[in-house]
């Protein structure tokens, strides 16, 4: 049996037109890491206030430890809470904080101790414990955050966009730790994030939210690769959208901008059926020649941006516009604005969206 | 970054638009009391004396400093506790959305209502032949002043200046209670805290230095209250306000020099309240620096 349930679970607000949740069900396996992913409004963060009790539900059920918790108080769920905002309590020292839900909830003193000593450790601020959160740095208040959050040994950890407020390289840095003290402790978690590189970089698993319901849940890999749907296609990285007609379902032969090509994801389509065939920039290549059974476009080289890393080319193939990835290196023939080139794919590489 | 560099001729405009403000500091406040402190230790012949300051001690001054701090200390802590139960059940009462701007609208006005008119609202309602003491009487039998209340008394004079101490508590309340982030009480109640223990080890400290600063703003607003009480009573309560008019105005008694420094001694009080006061805002500034 999962570890966490939510079964059918629904949150319409007072006098809203639309249901925040609809008809959201997901397992979660014990130790494993999931995220919620999903733009502003999508229902993620409510999902997750709805599991630690802030939110009442509309509809549904959600079972902890086997246990149903839809209607038990937030205090009595033991789930710990990391918010966007911090949230620590400007009034106490690091130490306090850490040990406040030790200390409401009745332990001895020196076991509170004992255990803002463990947790100071594991989150390396040892020697901050003294200090009021408005002498720390955004990052280091995280931390304390995701210590105060652990030290009552929750059997669920959420996290509400934890590193949304802090700037790029703490970000990395952060995340890092959160997984590494995630896999350490083997807690359940769950991860509510906007950052579709956060999500597939830390999570066994991807939930992609849209308008309140579930697009796809899948391993980081599968989302990325197989998108099932244009929206999660083009929510995950980047991506070339093509409109195509299909000639030969069979042999999977398309036309895309009236040059021929193949993919082999055309299962269920009919001949001349009008089709959205989605492609990575990664998985594109500019060259001479490819191998035979590889698909060839024939474009015009329009725009080319540096991207450090990456350079990013554009090319014009009739009216639409494929972007292509080429790693950098001193030596890459960046071809000229204006050249006619060929864009080469592999068959697999061309998937067919819903 | 590179500071931003404002021309020199834009900046002295800048502090030609201040100057109305520093000339009014300058003749209202700076060069009286300059001439307070001066003539608090002159002689009427203009030579230097500490005898009015010795006069301080003498009765019924320390009378009349100790009435002043207990009624205002009194009006402080009620007032105080009136306006921050009222800012609770306005801010997280969930009444309804019309009465918080009426409520607040009535608390800036009757803050600022205070002086002759107020002493007069609090006679033709409160006094022995007033609107209030009558209803009392006829619709419930009681007689106030029978009961023991009186309006030119202690009780009565708090009980009007409580009428713009508590809108005053509220006004600055509602924005401290509001200030409390939703995600502290979130944070605590996943900790595992019930709502009494998120109050007294989080919320009420948090708000503890806002509190006891207007509380402090409060005594001071009593403190230096002259006419109201002046009006109501007439003299019958020896308040240091009412004492040091007497001794400059002169009709009975005059010395002015003891006059002012019987002000000096209220200035040093309301020095010491307003460094309080600056002290626990300090402090509750510093709690909410960078602090999401």
């Known amino acids: 049996m999962p570890f966490l349930q939510l079964a059918n679970v629904r949150k319409l607000y007072p006098n809203a037109a639309a249901a925040a949740v609809e008809n959201f069900s997901l397992d979660v396996e014990a130790g494993e890491f999931v995220s919620l992913l999903g733009p502003s409004g999508c229902g993620k963060t409510t999902t997750l206030r709805m599991i630690a009790g802030f939110e009442t539900l509309t509809a549904g059920q959600i079972v902890m430890d086997g246990k149903a918790i839809e209607e038990m108080r937030p205090n009595q769920r033991n789930i710990g809470m990391v918010f966007q905002s911090y949230a620590l309590f400007p009034n106490m020292t690091v130490a306090d904080n850490i040990g406040f839900g030790l200390s409401v909830g009745g332990s001895a003193k020196a076991a509170i101790q004992q255990r803002v000593r463990e947790m100071l450790a594991l989150i390396k601020l040892e020697e901050l414990g003294a200090r009021y959160p408005y002498q720390l740095s955004g990052g280091q208040q995280q931390r304390v955050a995701l210590a105060r959050a652990l030290a009552i040994r929750p059997k669920l950890l959420l996290l509400d966009e934890p590193l949304s407020a802090l700037d790029a390289k703490i970000r990395v840095a952060l ?22 590189e956060e999500a597939l970089s ?58 021929p090509a193949h993919t082999t994801s055309l299962a269920g389509c009919s001949q001349g059926e009008q089709i959205r065939l989605a492609l990575r920039p990664e998985l594109l ?47 890459l023939a960046v071809p000229a604005v204006g050249s006619p080139v060929f864009v080469y794919f592999a068959r697999s590489s061309c998937l067919k969206l819903l | 970054m590179a500071a931003t560099h404002t021309p020199p001729a834009r900046r002295r405009l800048t502090w030609l638009g201040l100057a109305p403000f520093f000339l009014f500091a300058l003749f209202f406040i700076f060069l009286p009391s300059a001439s307070l402190f001066v003539d608090s230790f002159r002689s009427p012949e203009g030579h230097f004396t500490l005898e009015h300051l010795g006069g301080l001690l003498q009765p019924p001054i320390p009378g009349s400093y100790a009435l002043s701090i207990g009624v205002s200390a009194f009006t ?33 006005v009757a803050s600022n209502f205070a002086g002759v008119p107020l002493a007069f609202a609090f006679i033709s309602t409160l006094g022995r032949t007033g609107f209030v003491t009558a209803l009392f009487q006829d619709l419930l039998g009681i007689d106030l002043y029978d009961a023991g209340f009186n309006l030119y008394s202690f009780l009565g004079l708090s009980v009007t200046y409580l009428y713009f101490q508590f809108p005053l508590m509220l006004l600055v309340m509602v924005p401290a209670i509001e200030g409390l982030k939703r995600s502290w009480r979130e944070a605590a109640e996943s900790l595992g805290a019930t709502p009494t223990q998120y109050w007294m080890r989080v919320g009420i400290p948090i708000l503890l230095p806002s509190l006891l600063g207007t509380v402090l703003l409060l005594f001071g607003n009593a403190f230096g209250a002259y006419a109201t009480a002046y009006a109501l009573t007439g003299g019958r309560l020896n308040l240091i306000t009412i004492q040091i008019g007497a001794q400059i105005r002169g009709d009975v008694l005059r010395n002015p020099n003891l006059g ?18 600056s002290w626990l805002q300090r402090l509750s500034e510093r709690w909410l620096k960078d602090t999401r």
């Open chain 2, 76 to 108: 402080a802590v009620v007032g105080g506790l009136l306006g921050s139960l009222m800012a609770y059940a306005l801010t997280a009462g969930n009444l309804p959305r019309w009465l918080r701007p009426l409520t607040l609208t009535f608390a800036g």
């Open chain 1, 175 to 196: 995340r890092n730790d959160i997984r590494a003290i995630q896999r350490k402790l083997g807690i359940t978690t769950l991860y509510v994030t906007h950052d579709q």
């Open chain 1, 285 to 331: 290549a500019l060259k001479s020649t490819g191998q035979a059974d590889e698909n060839r476009l024939a474009g015009v080289v329009e725009t080319i941006a540096f991207l450090g890393a990456v350079v990013r080319i554009q090319v014009r193939v009739g009216e639409a516009l494929l972007a292509l990835d080429e790693f950098n290196n001193p030596q």
């Open chain 2, 260 to 277: 002012y420094a019987m002000a000096l001694g209220m200035v040093a009080i309301m020095a010491v309240t307003l460094l309080g006061y």
């Open chain 1, 202 to 259: 830390l999570s066994d698993r991807v939930v992609v939210m849209n308008h309140g319901l579930i697009e796809q849940v899948g391993n980081p890999f599968e989302i990325y690769n197989f998108p099932r749907t244009t929206y999660v296609a083009q929510f995950v990285g980047t991506l070339n959208l093509l409109d195509a007609v299909v000639v030969e379902p069979t042999a999977g032969s398309v036309q895309i901008q009236g040059q």
